[in-house]
């Protein structure tokens, strides 16, 4: 019964902290799209900080449920499910790709409150799509478990 929990737990916190992978760079099209209006260009920088700090909390948490789902077995009654597959490798590696994603997303909204220059809506457009393409290959890996 723990692993059930631990896992679940550790699924929410990876889509709440998939939620703000997901936003933040939609923020970030707004702030380009605002222009020169302070007012709404500063609540959207607001927004962009408390969502990018809301998605650290959440990645620290999936990450520490994750750990247990990984290595819990050794102290808590669970099974051993991850065996000796290659497969959490490639998904840890691309869990790190998205961690330096919302890392560099969430840079540029904190350059944005400097007033520095941000890409163009466009360019943030298709930024915005490349987490999509990871989060594919993490769910397939999980559940196939291919090698």
Partial sequence: MTYVWIKTFHLLFVIAWMAAVFYLPRILVNIVEAGAEPA????????????????????????????????????????????????????????????VYFIVTGRLVKRSGTGAPLPAARTLRMFNELPVLLLLAVIYLVIARPF
């Fill in 40 to 99: 709404v260009r500063q609540r959207l920088e607001l927004m962009g900080r408390r969502l990018y700090r809301f998605g650290h909390i959440m990645f620290g948490l999936a990450f520490v449920f994750g750990l247990l789902l990984w290595q819990g077995w050794r102290f808590l009654p669970m099974p051993d499910v991850i065996g000796a597959g290659h497969w959490l490798h490639a998904k840890l590696g691309l869990v790190v790709l998205l961690l």
